[in-house]
């Protein structure tokens, strides 16, 4: 008797991890987790920019890895709204520029307090709120299906 080979999500198509994009966006949005992940703990730093901006990189590179992080208990609160493929709430999206806008601006005050923020630094942590506010901003704009 003959069996054919099932087809796993890993083996269908090309490889996911020969599209050197794709690798970049999965590295990225492991690092937004993991960001994310200790934004719940520490007060200050923002969980909701991270996990979007995760699941934006997720959505692009690995469609499993988005799913699993949408049905994670500690980052289903910040998620509901990706879930639901409705967008970010005005409130919600105003919540997270402020708390992205504020950790930052604090980020950057004690930096230069203790005489450690270098130009380079600062200019990397501003783009950075600025691609957390676009990502924001993308999803507090139009909803998005599944």
């Keep these: 008797m003959h069996r054919m080979p099932v087809a796993s999500p890993i083996?269908?198509?090309?490889?996911?991890?020969?599209?050197?994009?794709?690798?970049?966006?999965?590295?990225?949005?492991?690092?937004?987790?993991?960001?994310g992940w200790i934004g719940v703990f520490v007060p200050g730093l923002p969980t909701t920019v991270f996990l979007i901006v995760a699941s934006y990189c997720f959505a692009r590179s690995c469609p499993w890895l988005e799913e699993r992080l949408l049905r994670v208990p500690v980052f289903a609160p910040y998620m509901k709204a990706l879930d639901a493929g409705g967008g970010l709430s005005p409130q919600a999206a105003?919540?997270?520029?402020?708390?992205?806008w504020t950790s930052l601006s604090i980020s950057l005050g004690v930096l230069w307090i203790a005489g450690r923020l270098r130009p380079w630094l600062a200019a990397v942590m501003i783009g950075a709120g600025c691609v957390g506010t676009a990502a924001i901003a993308y999803y507090a704009r139009r909803p998005h299906g599944r």
Aim: with cysteine; aromatic share 10%; proline share 6%.
């Design 11 to 35: 083996t269908e198509g090309p490889h996911w991890t020969r599209d050197p994009r794709r690798l970049a966006f999965a590295a990225a949005g492991i690092a937004c987790v993991g960001l």
């Design 94 to 100: 105003r919540r997270a520029w402020a708390s992205l």
